[in-house]
């Protein structure tokens, strides 16, 4: 059985996080081009896993653009790695501080995986929250 590992990270307080499978990589997705939601006093508090920071993120054209590349990749790689009989595949996405969009994007990569391969296994880390 295939297991995703998905990450969510901050590049100044922790940096990328390392892959402790024998596979020694993974994929690494910067999140720090779309608008970060923490400018904005209602969002501070708050992380990608709060309504009023996801129907914002899900309002972001950016986002959902670099999600829709996103999974076509990773539907790639995964299809690969079925086929190479691996069994571990590791994905990070960074931004400043590793609470908004890196948590979002992480939580949704989590869920379309989840919702399409019925024989992957995901672990979902968020480092900074």
């Known amino acids: 059985m295939l297991t995703v590992r998905i990450f969510s990270f901050s590049y100044i307080y922790n940096g990328i ?8 990589g993974g994929f690494v997705f910067d999140c720090r ?3 970060n939601p923490g400018k904005k006093d209602e969002f501070k508090s708050l992380t990608g896993k709060d309504d009023a920071v996801i129907k914002f993120l899900d309002e972001n054209s950016d986002m959902q653009n670099m999600l829709d590349d996103v999974f076509d990749i990773i ?4 299809q ?13 996405f960074g931004c400043t501080g590793g609470q908004h969009r890196s948590v979002y994007a992480a939580e949704k990569l989590n869920d379309y ?3 399409k391969y019925s024989n992957i296994n995901t672990v979902l880390t968020h480092i900074n929250i």
């Open 17 to 24: 996080p390392k892959d402790e499978t024998p596979n020694g």
């Open 33 to 35: 081009f779309i608008y």
């Open 75 to 78: 539907d790639s790689a995964v």
């Open 80 to 92: 690969i790695y079925f086929e190479r009989n691996f069994t571990n595949l590791m994905i990070s």
């Open 113 to 115: 995986l989840a919702n």
